[in-house]
């Protein structure tokens, strides 16, 4: 009768030969060998198992099929593995250049900034000593008044220059601190793309680590199989390699927009950071004084001196937006009022006039060079040829004004020096219906229509046409470093937005800052662009101050 019994080492030899596999794996139960697989209780089982507890309904497979189907959907997996692999290495790639090129052009960026300002140190100091050659020049005719003379001017120069070095220097900090901060932004950017990059690489190894381990063994690789599948399906469904190339294509065209510009506004040196669209953040609010019944922005005469009259009295005032002071500068006449306002210089300011009573085929007086005072220095007329009543104006790259009357197709161009028209620009197939704004191209931005704004050139050839159905009633203001459009509009009721837009009329963002208008107001106001770069909006009550950060 015990011959009829295996041995342990005849259970031993049986688990090793069967299908070629050198199986040791048995039933913890029974100690046989497991040879199906249940798929109703998704667990593998011996034969006595199969025989006592797991017949129908439960519904069994061959214990080695189901180990060479699941050895193969692992398999099938590691063509996708190794592909993905390969997406994220060239992804990896693609952050070291992408890093590389940012680094590269915020340098070229910064060279080019401090060439500028060492050029300008340079020209300080040339006058510098010039201007002491030509003292000591003068000196030498009286030695003993002239010296004493000589020493105080020499002091008051060199305190002079001193001041303009240290502007200078201050200028060139703040940009340079400026291009820091937008390249920390792109550092902190990439440096998180790239740890998260790093992470998904060795996702991909413990994965492929872990199927390397499971397959070792049958037992391991039924029971680990599923969830090992499940995570790959997971994974790869998170197109994790897309979505990093996306956010690098954007942080190379922000990082590409960023330029160092300069120019002269209103006489005056100006330069910043800009060219990227960034976020406006509202820094500042100036108070209107309550005397001002109804305020009306009508323009901005230097970086941080603002005009707004009084729509009731026709009243001028000055808003410092620094000081947070407003000061009353014309007392208004009921027939007559400003349009508009420019900064020709330093000292000379131009504003262009609505009058109620204009005759005759002259517009005598309607426009005015005033002293930073506000004393008159001349008054300039054009041709009237009937339509509004209104003249509107600006000062062009050239320092030269620029005149035109409401419901006319004629832009003047006009010398401050001796108030004389010097061109004519005729526009094709539109009328004025509103302010003008010179470019630094050259070219005039032109309201010719409730929501619409004409870029023409110098000859009167339409550019761009500006509009959209959005803007209900609008203004525009140009940013004269960069000839970027700023439209400021009434979106619904009480509510006030601007758009961002190019000078070839291409909007490239909308709604950058929004605010409430009060009841106080009656008009609405333009949006100002300061030579620094800064947004001022108006509500009503206040002069919000806006200024631009980059973001990615």
Known sequence: ???????????????????????????????????????????????????????????????????????????????????????????????????????????????????????????????????????????????????????????????????????????????????????????????????????????????????TRINQQDETLVNEAPQVLASIEENLSLNFHQDVSGCLDRIQSEVERVKFVEGEVGGEYCCRIDGYIGKWELVKSIHIPSGVNKPWVRGLISDDEICVEDAKNHDMYVTNINTQHTQKVIDGVSNMGITSCAPLNRNVIVCGKWRCDWKGDRLDGCITLYDRQWKVIRDISIPRNGGGNSVYVDVDRDGMILAAQYGQSNIYVINPGDGKIVNTITMQGKKVRGGIQGLSSGDIVVKTGRNEFTVISRSGEKKAVIHCDEWRESECRVDKLTDTIYITYRVAGKTYAVDQVSRDGIIQAKTIVEYVRSDRVIYLSPCLVTPSGNLVGFDGDKLLLYKKTFIL
């Open 1 to 211: 009768m015990a011959s009829k019994f295996q041995t342990k080492e005849d259970k031993d030899k049986q688990l090793r030969t069967r299908k070629g596999h050198d199986m040791t794996w048995s039933c913890d139960k029974h100690g046989e060998p497991i040879t199906f697989f249940c798929k109703q209780h998704k667990i593998p089982i011996c034969h006595k198992c199969a025989t006592k507890v797991h017949q129908k309904p439960c519904e069994l497979d061959d214990i080695e099929d189901v180990i060479f189907e699941r050895r193969g959907n692992l398999e099938e997996k590691q063509p996708l593995i190794e592909e993905t692999k390969l997406l994220l290495q060239k992804v990896e790639s693609k952050i070291n250049a992408v890093s590389s090129s940012s680094s590269k052009h915020l340098q070229t960026v910064n060279d080019k900034l401090q060439e500028t300002f060492e050029d300008k140190l340079k020209n300080v100091k040339e006058r510098e000593v010039n201007l002491i050659r030509v003292i000591n020049e003068e000196a030498d005719e009286e030695i003993r008044k002239i010296n004493e003379k000589r020493e105080k001017r020499i002091k008051d120069c060199n305190i002079d220059i001193e001041k303009e070095q240290t502007t200078i220097k201050e200028r060139e900090a703040r940009l340079l601190s400026d291009t820091k901060t937008i390249s920390d932004e792109v550092t902190k950017k990439i440096n998180d793309l790239t740890s998260k990059n790093q992470h998904a690489l060795n996702t991909m190894k413990n994965i492929e680590s872990t199927i």
